[in-house]
């Protein structure tokens, strides 16, 4: 069983940064694959960026390319989503997730295993 805890969502106005970190119980959690994830009301689910065990592969969705970076700490079980020039559509229930299969196998469709209760994020134009 893994435990997810999100933190660092907030308000901010168009233009502006925020850091949402992701802390993880589990004594293997150098070997998930963790992944970002986005709600929007009224909208499903929606992939944001996914990171392998070591940090060294990434992918993020078009829609956030070049604005939000994910990373990873595994001394702190953590994984971070450094988000800048937020967008008001960028308004949604942020999740981290963990899946201990590979990156690639997350890319090609397979499902993600355990998951945050989401931290808010509000854009405001």
């Known amino acids: 069983q893994v435990q997810l805890a999100e933190s660092g969502g907030g308000s901010v106005q168009a233009g502006g940064s925020l850091r949402l970190s992701c802390a993880a119980s589990?004594?293997?959690?150098?070997?998930?694959?963790m992944g970002w994830f986005r709600q929007a009301p009224g909208k499903e689910r929606e992939f944001v960026a996914a990171?392998?065990?070591?940090?060294?592969?990434?992918y993020s969705a078009d829609s956030v390319k070049g604005r939000f970076t994910i990373s990873r700490d595994n001394a702190k079980n953590t994984v971070y989503l450094q988000m800048n020039s937020l967008k008001p559509e960028d308004t949604a229930v942020y999740s981290c997730?963990?899946?201990?299969?590979?990156?690639?196998?997350?890319?090609?469709?397979?499902?993600?295993?355990?998951w945050g209760k989401g931290t808010l994020v509000t854009v405001s134009s």
């Open positions: 589990g004594r293997t959690f150098s070997s998930y694959t």
């Open positions: 990171i392998n065990w070591s940090g060294s592969y990434i």
């Open positions: 997730a963990s899946a201990a299969r590979l990156l690639s196998e997350i890319l090609a469709g397979r499902s993600m295993d355990y």
